[in-house]
């Protein structure tokens, strides 16, 4: 999302409904809502205070009774469960769905294990991104993956497009969009324990990144160790009219400790994690190299190529890229998307492209680009936010990883 993220969103929902008359209120959001679409939870958001907002085309909360800072902090302590079923869920399958599917990712795909998934980049001609995805090699024959919502229509054109190409040939593929399901997303330390309650199957044999087709409170869902926040926890694919079910036994076998959490929370969990926002942190004129995913390309395809942009990616991996993605910490008011990042003399050396407040740092984070040479810790920067110059306080690693959240999935990792 452009302007700043889901954060600043819902900061400024949050002031408008604290200020205004709710009955205008109501009037307006039944207005702007009608061409939304909504998704099997709707009612259930609704019923439990969430502020609806547009988003990507749907209706979705950005948060609801407690505050986006309560929320994000609740999420590292105890849980959230977070409606994520705007995104699209999608299964690739037939004996070439595997070759077929490597020509559009960075992923090495053949080289999963069946019941394991990796996070991969669609890219174009020039090794742009054209959408990042969570993949999961189901079988040889079944890839099940989820693409954002806000890039599903041209996803799905962009996928369709190479398809009609790879079957005119021979190719056997084809694919199934699950619109017949929704998707939650479990996340935090109760997410295991609590989950636990909710199936038979001993879950912590599922390690980070595994997938397994298995029965959830009386339903078959699809369920993957993931997540984006940066916390243990889970993506669960559910049908559409057992979600609402699913998600009040979540609910109530936390004891309240898991909480109903906001599009608002989750920019904030995924910014103090270093995840990449697509729209903010990855476009289709950024490639993996310079967002910092060159380790998202497997060795195989590093050394056979054989997807879109693999020239102009390959190269990049060799020499180089012209700009980084970084993390920063800022003193004044928090960096913005768009702020410019300049050096020491003055001279423009980047953007910032996504930037808040970080409720568990209670600092001021920020991601973005600079020109290779000015990424390395020590270099001297800063930021013009509201027309001032203001100092970059501090830097992390080129994957801007602010919370030291990649030693917990590294514990979840299979042995």
Known sequence: MRGGGLWQLGQSVTRRLAQSDKKTVARRCFASEADLKKT?????????????????????????????????????????????????????????????????????????????????????????????SVITKVTNEHIYLVVNAGCRDKDLAHIEEHMKAFTSKGGDVSWHIHDERSLLALQGPLAAPVLQ?????????????????????????????????????????????????????ILEKSEGKVRLTGLG????????????????????????????????????????????????????????PSIRRVGLFSAGPPARSHCEIQDEKGQNIGEVTSGGFSPCL?????????????????????????????????????????????AKSLALAKP
């Open 362 to 406: 209670k600092k001021n984070i920020a991601m973005g680009y600079v020109k290779s040479g000015h990424h390395k810790n020590g270099t001297k920067l800063k930021i013009v936010i509201r027309g001032k110059f203001r100092p970059v306080v501090g830097w992390v690693n080129h994957q801007g990883i602010f919370l030291n959240l990649r």
């Open 265 to 320: 929370a989750r920019d904030s969990l995924r910014l103090e994690a270093g995840l990449c926002l697509y729209g903010n942190d990855m476009e289709q004129h950024t490639t993996p190299v310079e967002a910092g995913l060159t380790w998202a390309i497997g060795k195989r395809r590093r050394a056979e190529g054989g997807f879109l942009g693999a020239e102009v990616i390959l190269k990049q991996i060799e020499q180089g």
């Open 40 to 132: 099997a939870l709707y009612d259930f958001h609704v019923a439990h205070g969430g502020k609806m907002v547009p988003f990507a085309g749907w209706s979705m909360p950005i948060q609801y009774k407690d505050s986006i800072m309560d929320s994000t902090l609740n999420c590292r302590e105890n849980g959230s469960l977070f409606d994520v079923a705007h995104m699209c869920g999608l299964s690739l399958k037939g004996k070439d769905c595997i070759p077929f599917l490597e020509k559009l990712v960075i992923a090495d795909v053949a080289g999963l294990a069946p019941g394991t998934g990796t996070l991969t980049v669609f890219t174009n001609e020039k090794g742009g991104a054209i959408d990042d």
């Open 197 to 249: 309650h909710l199936t038979k199957e001993d879950l912590s044999k599922l390690y980070f990144g595994e997938f397994q087709v298995l029965d959830i409170n009386g339903a078959l869902c699809y369920l993957t160790r993931t997540g984006y926040t940066g916390e243990d926890g889970f993506e669960i694919s559910v049908p559409s009219e057992n979600a609402v079910d699913l998600a009040k036994a």
